[in-house]
């Protein structure tokens, strides 16, 4: 039994026993990477409700301060330029649109309320008109309000009609 052309290897056992940690290690990093993963979509469709609430303030601020005559039908909120460009913000039950003349801009803010008021300021000398949106994100309500200044001629305008 003094064979010198033996070669050394691994017995069956020795395989088996290698082979089934193997499997633990891998069944335990693909629990974690499930895991991981799914906390990551939270995460993301948690950022997206508030980035899509960061760019719906951003685009009414600018529709506001861009355009000439903002009125309110319904659940649609329309901005009128100063060139004859149309804005339309369209609430539907679960979102919320953005139609430009170029293009359409989606929101997922979910709309509870929505009214325009005039107001005046402290010193009465300025009229505001003041855009209040009750919305809904992440379950939880919120107010918005924006306001657009009403110049002395646009008074007037609306005393001759």
Do not use: H, P
């Not at 685009?59 to 861009?66: A, V």
């Amino acid at each position: 039994m003094n064979n010198k052309q033996t070669l050394s290897a691994f017995s069956i056992i020795e395989a088996i026993v290698g082979m089934a940690i193997t499997a633990i290690i891998m069944g335990i990093v693909f629990v974690v990477f499930s895991i991981v993963t799914e906390r990551m979509l939270d995460y993301k469709n948690q950022n997206q409700l508030v980035n899509d609430l960061n760019r719906l303030t951003y685009s009414l601020n600018k529709d506001i301060f861009d355009n000439e005559k903002m009125t309110a039908i319904d659940n649609e909120v329309v901005f009128k330029g100063y060139s004859g460009e149309v804005v339309k913000y369209t609430f539907q039950e679960d979102y919320t649109l953005r139609n430009n003349e170029t293009f359409i801009d989606t929101f997922k803010v979910k709309l509870k309320q929505l009214a325009i008021d005039s107001i005046k300021s402290n010193s009465q000398k300025n009229v505001f008109l003041k855009l209040k949106l009750n919305v809904e994100v992440n379950e939880n309500e919120m107010d918005l309000n924006f306001y657009k200044r009403v110049y002395a001629n646009e008074l007037l305008q609306t005393i001759k009609e």
